[in-house]
């Protein structure tokens, strides 16, 4: 059993998809902070088989919790302070999406347009689908 | 300002006053033929489309107005690498309100949030073509004298083709419409708008030959069935007849049944049914001119 130690304050990410740590790491910009974090890969997971699992040492309310929702609505995320959870984060998917994700479709103008921010619309609230703002492609999983 | 990107822009309250101004366009064309003196259509295709550019232009010139622009990307500076959003903003400084043809889906959504005009999607690709619908919704109310209450049948490639999904999308919004899909199996309606049309309770059958459902139908919407699309030559050839109209099928078609068609058409209808009164499709291209004079007016705010 692999040991990592607890934090003061920040986040603990829990029940990703195994092997998916990594790109929410870069999606969530963590590489441009300089938070202490710790990629915990294939952990054993009674619900998941196997999971991942990210911790965060930064200042509670510095984590973009939005981008999380539009990514995976079944990560937990759980809230430290002075080491302790103080409460698990309930995940409400945002309206609108900004340049967290591009658009994969090879025939939308953000392919060619210089500039452009690649915007995603929440287009079903119960389905949690979003769609490119522009060709109305949906979004199909990072 | 208002915009015309996608067919569902407009309420169908805001279509019935379009479509009340094109019908009195068409009785009074005397009446506009100086609405637009003075001002400028800007044509922007960036990629060639006969009718549809010709039928934006023409409308202007009836309402008096003039036409600037270019009519392939190759003459335009998009062939240099200018945005899109770069050159409506310019074309702003140039005309009054642009219509877009681009072969990237959105083009037109990203030109309409740079532009001091209005801009008209023309077509963005395999996404959008409202003006279409809106020609389609216009031939079927001048001509049916109502949209609702009618047994449609949608014929052809129901799956790749993009006139057929907005005009679906835009009839759903109308009461007592009944759709008959009819298209081979590898040509079927999108899993999406089944499940749309199921949501709203509106009725649907699909069929796999137009001998079965013509009998039952106010409205015949064909379109083209194209060999590429098909898996293999040796079902082409076997199912491409089904969707041939002939003056055979026309028989078994009510008194009353309308045929429209998009354009342009290659062996689908066979001219012989060019001839019988309920082929509508080269009046529909009439229509087309009327909704989009109506639509230069309406986003001019001069109606």
Partial sequence: ?142 | MRHLINPLDFSTEELDKLFDLASDIEKHPEAYEHKCTGKKIATCFYEPSTRTRLSFETAMLNLGGSVIGFSDASASSAAKGESVADTIRVISCFADICAMRHPKEGAATVASTHSTIPVINAGDGGHQHPTQTLTDLLTIRALKGRLGNFTIGLCGDLKFGRTVHSLINALSRYEGIRFVFISPEELRIPDYIVDMLKEKNIPFEEVIRLEEAIGDLDLLYMTRVQRERFFNEEDYVRLKDFYILDKAKMELAREDMLVLHPLPRVNEISVEVDDDPRAVYFKQVQYGVYVRMALILTLLGLA
Avoid at chain 1, 62 to 87: K, P, Y
Wanted: hydrophobic residues 35%.
């Fill in chain 1, 1 to 142: 059993m692999l040991n990592v130690g607890k934090i003061e304050e920040g986040y603990v990410l829990d029940h990703i998809k195994a092997g998916k740590s990594l790109t929410i790491y870069h999606l969530l910009k963590l590489d441009k902070t300089d938070a202490q974090v710790a990629i915990i890969k294939n952990a054993r997971s009674s619900k998941m088989g196997k999971k991942d699992i990210l911790k965060v040492e930064c200042p509670v309310g510095s984590i973009n919790l939005d981008v999380l929702a539009f990514l995976d609505r079944n990560i937990t995320v759980n809230v430290i302070q002075d080491g302790e959870i103080m409460h698990k984060e309930d995940l409400i998917l945002p309206k609108e999406v900004r340049n967290v994700i591009k658009c994969k479709n090879p025939r939308c103008i953000t392919s060619i347009e210089q500039g452009l921010e690649h915007i995603f619309m929440l287009s079903d609230e119960e389905k949690g689908i979003y769609r490119c703002k522009y060709c109305e492609g949906k979004y199909t999983g990072y």
